[in-house]
């Protein structure tokens, strides 16, 4: 079982070796990597030399340049391109970090494109305020160092102690649980709102009849995000992705954006993909008095006291119709888009707020343009549209395009 620990030994140099100590203590192998540019305070497995050229990069031209924002990026991407050789030739069961900002960043960067599962521990300064920079969509495990990673003395050498101890217990877990075994059954992932979860609860009963076993995401942002990464790790087997509201979000201005790389992993893999327009209606804000002033005389519903909805126009609607046939076009794997002609969302139906067919019409339009879509005449949250998708996505995923 082996943790790598990786990090800035110029500057913590010390810490290190007693983490390094620690493991070896704990009957863990251990590798060094070093990511610092100026002298070495620790022998390491991977010099810093070797971490900055798998990045392009020189270290005595960094050294020289003195620019520490272009050093952390280059090492950042050196040491992920270290730990993806490492991770491919089994030689890492967990990763092992120590660090203030910069440091943190370097290992945040190094380990992100790490498959989900295989432990990410990061002590470092920063873990006690916003950490989305460093964790993203994986599964990074942040831990406070209280004090500067600064020599080890009584209060850091029992954060470190137990740092070394997680992993150790970590890497020990990870190793004992193996690789996928041939019993275990295709993963899916899906996209859910709360105004689409009849739909993808019936997407899902279909599925387990089928025999995957069915990941739910909530289209919160980060769910999205979530979802885009394990696209990327290669776990999936196929994305229904039936709700996509996030794009609105990230269209709009509202709080819930997943970023403009939504809906774009899976077709970038290859990974089979069944899609909808889930909740396209709705912008999501916080409570009311937090809705920009600019959209004061837009369709508003106060869906709890912490989220107000804004109902999307019929451009926007549009817009978003463009976008979502311009990325499935640009899919490598099969994908199939599935529109519901009775309305997107449980607010998006007759007598409810949002119901706008002729909104939704302007999304339908421009999603046309993608010619693998198919208009169901049916609400999104109607049994039989969850179950047409679930099907569908079954089909792609045995090879039947």
């Known amino acids: 079982m082996a943790v790598v620990l990786i990090g800035t030994l110029d500057t913590k140099g010390p810490e290190y070796a007693w983490l390094r100590g620690r493991l070896a203590d704990l009957g863990r192998e251990v590798l060094v990597v070093d990511t610092g540019v100026g002298p070495s305070g620790l022998a390491a497995d991977v010099p810093a030399a070797q971490v900055a050229a798998r990045a392009g990069a020189d270290l005595e031209a960094l050294r020289a340049a003195g620019d520490r924002g272009a050093a952390v990026t280059a090492m950042g991407e050196g040491a992920a391109e270290v730990l993806a050789e490492l991770h491919r030739s089994g030689r890492v069961d967990a990763v092992l970090a120590v660090g203030g900002s910069g440091g943190s960043s370097i290992a945040a960067r190094a380990v992100r494109d790490l498959p989900i599962g295989l432990p990410k521990l990061i002590v470092s300064t920063m873990a006690s305020g916003d950490v989305a920079p460093y964790v993203g969509a994986k599964d990074v495990t942040l831990m406070y160092s209280v004090v500067d990673i600064a020599g080890v003395n009584r209060l850091s050498r029992a954060i470190l102690g137990n740092a070394a101890a997680a992993v150790a217990g970590m890497a020990q877990e990870y190793a004992a649980r193996g690789p996928a075994q041939d019993g275990d059954r295709p993963l899916v992932g899906a996209s859910m709102f709360g105004v689409t979860t009849p739909a993808v609860d019936a997407a899902r009963a279909r599925l387990d009849e089928l025999g995957y076993e069915v990941l739910v995401f909530h289209a919160t942002?980060?769910?999205?995000?979530?979802?885009?990464?394990?696209?990327?790790?290669?776990?999936?087997?196929?994305?229904?992705?039936?709700?996509?509201?996030?794009?609105?979000?990230?269209?709009?201005?509202?709080?819930?954006?997943?970023?403009?790389?939504?809906?774009?992993?899976?077709?970038?893999?290859?990974?089979?993909q069944v899609v909808a327009p889930g909740a396209l209606d709705m912008v999501n804000f916080g409570p009311r008095d937090t809705v920009p002033e600019r959209f004061a005389a837009r369709t508003l519903y106060v869906h709890n006291p912490a989220v107000t909805l804004m109902r999307?126009?019929?451009?926007?609607?549009?817009?978003?119709?463009?976008?979502?046939?311009?990325?499935?076009?640009?899919?490598?794997?099969?994908?199939?888009?599935?529109?519901?002609?009775?309305?997107?969302?449980?607010?998006d139906a007759p007598g409810m707020p949002f119901h706008d067919p002729e909104a939704d019409e302007a999304a339908f339009a421009e999603l046309a343009a993608f010619p693998r879509t198919e208009r169901v005449a049916a609400h999104i949250n109607d049994p039989e549209f969850g179950r047409a998708m679930a099907d569908r996505l079954h089909l792609l995923i045995k090879g039947d395009q």
């Open 221 to 272: 942002g980060s769910g999205g995000r979530a979802l885009e990464g394990l696209a990327e790790s290669g776990m999936l087997a196929g994305v229904l992705d039936l709700t996509t509201t996030e794009l609105a979000d990230e269209l709009v201005g509202g709080v819930l954006s997943a970023g403009p790389e939504r809906l774009t992993a899976a077709g970038r893999h290859g990974v089979p």
């Open 312 to 347: 999307t126009t019929k451009a926007e609607m549009a817009e978003l119709g463009r976008e979502i046939a311009a990325k499935l076009a640009r899919a490598t794997g099969p994908a199939v888009l599935f529109v519901p002609e009775g309305g997107v969302s449980a607010l």
